[in-house]
């Protein structure tokens, strides 16, 4: 009864959320990305056999997917550590009431494993078990198959959920991960230690032996109780719940930025609000990640021709800051804008700091992303061609842009992956700035050539610069009009 | 000092502020009271040009607020959470603001000693973040920041409330003594009759966003009020 109960009351707080038909579009839009995922995971499943059999002479699939375990269990677990939101039910309301501690923290444990989205892998695994494993061994190993992997991803979430609890994902914890995995990654690489051998050998036990299965089960087991362990530790809420802070606040430096006068105080109060809040902080690890995006597309000559696309990657990793955070370049400060609007900061002054960070985030993105040099002249004209047409264009665009999204966003509350303050909106003001560029290189590329196409926006780019003050101006006149909009709008809470 | 003409407010065609003319003079204390709904904060938000007025303006020295930056240089101002960055510590956002006001680290500092007292020692250097302060704390917070620029002119919506007792008094002779010393114009709602009538020479009541009395303090004026509220 209680665990009904408990489902239940967590079902209406969700749709009880201030805001939640207000998002429906925005909600069926990821539905459709989360659909598109899944017919993608189902057909890899399809093929999987096919692939995995050309991939090595003597192992067969199923070994090849035994040796990826490991892997699978490691980069998951890290996955899973920086992106997976802790379940902080809300203990409070229910601890007053006669109900059993430990009922709570079970289901407090329990209810992540009940999540769809754990087991979009099954998607792939299922199809690759009935078609190969059942076709190489028997029907008993390729369901042994299956739920040995069912257990990696509930040993997984347990893990995550307690090294989270445990040691809180900041920064040191998201380096120490990277290091520990690219230490994996080169042992294998230099042949000192497989770990796919390893895995290979481990799962080959626990999914041909019949009492295989208990390995992983008591693994699962051990990381469940670790969990119940740890609150046993930390009895009371405050001590677990939420957040994970101390009361002292590292207080940043950034004294070489008050040289600039009003414009230095506010970029350094932006980047205050990038450094300690979740979601911008995690929008940073994100981007991390996404300036490797170069490495899938230069490197395959299945690109090679098709300008169009490889523009855009170059676009988007030499910008990549800007887009990410600038989408949101008014919003992020919804929370204090009536006091940016009656203190002694002119409009002009406000506009010109977020066009100065927005300029900053493209020349730090453009010197990280200087290492693709390597792949070619070809590479060197589009990402100079790109970075100018950002900082000369889209930077314009964007500040234009952004005054048209007047939804709230509510720093203090959102986590990782959190689409709170995404609006149909949103999406309309970056996929002009993102797809426009595209389509005009594709186009003139495909009509005259590459050359041609990169000096057309390395032109609209240098005119974007020598014409910034006008720009500037017409930014500024369009936000005093939005600016009511605007005020209003980021007062109204979720 | 500040001009209000035929100022009007209307959301989907109900008019929560309708204020025809108002004057309010250079070193004015000026209270406004009424029950919630009366259009205290929106009459606040509209001369902070926060809102947009459906119908007439609001001017300071002379110049209309609407989309201008030139009133923000003499306006000190403190409405609610919204007033305050709170992912700073509160040094730092006394720093930013006194910044704006092209004050020097030195400036800040001094004032910030005098300020010691109303903060009773617990703001200054604890090292926590705005977020993190009980809602009487952030209140201070945000008084203080208001006044940090030498404003001329000082707008508070219900400084009184979530203030502790001793904090109440300290901010009333606080605001007494800006007064006598600065002839700093003063702009104060609040729902506390007592506090307003010994802070503010002038007492306005709205109600349902029309100005419905406009009084001189007197020793009678706390009892008209009283009187005026009681159901």
Redesign the interface.
């Known amino acids: 009864m209680l665990i009904k109960d408990l489902l239940s009351h967590e079902w209406k707080k969700s749709i009880r959320a201030k805001g939640f038909y207000k998002n429906l579009a925005v909600n069926i839009l990821l539905g459709f990305v989360g659909l598109y995922f899944a017919t993608i995971l189902l057909l890899l499943g399809f093929k999987l056999d096919e692939i995995l059999e050309k991939a090595h002479k003597t192992l067969n699939p199923m070994e090849l997917f035994n040796g990826a375990m490991l892997y699978i269990l490691l980069i998951g677990l890290a996955f899973r550590f920086f992106m997976q939101q802790l379940n902080t039910f809300n203990l409070p309301p229910y601890q007053v009431l006669p109900i059993k501690r430990s009922s709570l923290i079970n289901f407090l444990l329990l209810k992540p494993l009940f999540s769809p989205v754990n087991y979009i892998l099954l998607l792939m695994v299922i199809p690759f078990a009935v078609q190969s494993v059942v076709g190489y061994y028997s029907a008993a190993v390729a369901v042994r198959f299956v739920l040995s992997f069912v257990l990696l991803v509930w040993f997984n979430s347990f893990t995550a959920a307690f090294l989270k609890r445990k040691y809180g994902s900041g920064l040191f914890s998201f380096l120490i991960v990277i290091a520990v995995l690219a230490c994996i990654a080169a042992l294998e690489y230099f042949k000192v230690f497989s770990l796919f051998d390893m895995s290979r050998a481990l799962y080959g036990f626990i999914v041909l032996k019949t009492i295989g299965l208990l390995l992983p089960l008591s693994a699962v087991a051990l990381a469940f109780f670790l969990n119940k362990w740890f609150f046993a530790q930390n009895y009371y809420p405050e001590r677990f719940n939420v957040k994970l802070k101390g009361?002292?606040?590292r207080?940043t430096q950034l004294s070489f930025l008050?040289r600039f006068?009003?414009i230095g105080?506010l970029i350094?109060?932006e980047i205050?609000?990038i450094l300690?809040?979740k979601r911008t902080k995690s929008i940073l690890y994100m981007s991390g990640f996404f300036l490797l995006y170069g490495l899938m597309f230069y490197t395959q000559p299945v690109y090679a021709k098709s300008n169009g696309m490889l523009f855009f990657v170059a676009m988007f990793i030499t910008g990549l800051l800007m887009f990410m955070y600038g989408q949101w370049t008014i919003s992020w400060d919804s929370?204090?804008?009536?006091?940016l609007?009656?203190?002694?900061?002119?409009?002009r002054t406000y506009l010109n700091a977020n066009y100065y960070l927005l300029v900053a985030f493209n020349l730090i993105c453009f010197v990280l992303t200087t290492p693709y040099f390597y792949f070619g002249m070809k590479i060197v004209y589009m990402h100079v061609a790109a970075f100018i047409f950002n900082i000369g264009v889209n930077v314009f665009l964007l500040l234009f842009l952004a005054t048209f999204n007047t939804k709230r966003i509510d720093?203090?509350k959102a986590q990782v992956m959190n689409y709170q303050g995404t609006t149909f909106k949103s999406f309309l003001i970056v996929l002009p700035i993102m797809f426009i560029p595209m389509i005009i290189v594709a186009a003139l590329s495909a009509l005259t050539s590459m050359t041609v196409a990169l000096w057309t926006l390395t032109f609209l780019g240098i005119a974007g610069i020598v014409f910034r003050k006008y720009l500037i101006t017409v930014c500024v006149n369009q936000f005093?009009r939005r600016?009511?909009k605007l005020?209003?709008g980021?007062?109204e809470g979720e | 000092m500040i001009q209000v003409t035929n100022l009007q407010k209307a959301y989907n065609g109900v008019t929560v502020l309708n204020i025809q003319g108002l004057k309010i003079p250079q070193g004015e204390s000026f209270g406004l009271v009424g029950n919630n709904g009366a259009g205290k904060t929106t009459f606040f938000r509209l001369i902070?040009?926060?809102?947009?007025p459906s119908n007439g303006e609001v001017q300071i020295d002379d110049h209309t607020v609407m989309?201008n930056?030139e009133w923000?240089?003499t306006?000190g101002?403190f409405?609610?959470e919204?007033?305050?960055?709170?992912?700073?510590?509160p040094?730092?956002y006394f720093n930013?603001?006194g910044?704006?006001?092209h004050k020097t680290d030195g400036d800040i500092t001094e004032f910030l000693e005098t300020m010691k007292d109303f903060f009773n020692g617990e703001v200054l250097g604890s090292?926590?973040?705005i977020?993190?302060f009980s809602k009487g704390n952030q209140k201070k917070i945000g008084i203080v920041a208001a006044l940090l620029?030498d404003p001329k002119i000082l707008i508070l919506d219900e400084p009184f409330t979530a203030l502790d007792p001793s904090s109440q008094i300290r901010l009333k002779r606080f605001l007494n003594d800006l007064q006598l010393k600065f002839n700093m114009t003063m702009l104060i709602s609040s729902h506390d009759l007592n506090h307003v009538t010994e802070v503010c020479k002038r007492i306005v009541v709205l109600e349902k966003g029309l100005i419905v009395k406009d009084l001189q303090t007197n020793a009678d004026t706390l009892k008209e009020l009283e009187a005026y509220f009681a159901v």
């Open positions: 009361d002292k606040v207080t008050n006068g009003i105080e350094s109060v205050k609000l300690r809040h929370s204090h804008f009536d006091s609007m009656t203190r002694n900061i002119p409009i720093l203090s005093n600016k009511y005020a209003e980021f007062r | 902070l040009d926060l809102i947009e989309r930056d923000k240089k306006t101002s409405l609610d919204g007033f305050l960055i709170d992912f700073l510590i040094e730092e930013f603001v910044k704006l006001y090292k926590k973040l977020r993190d620029g």
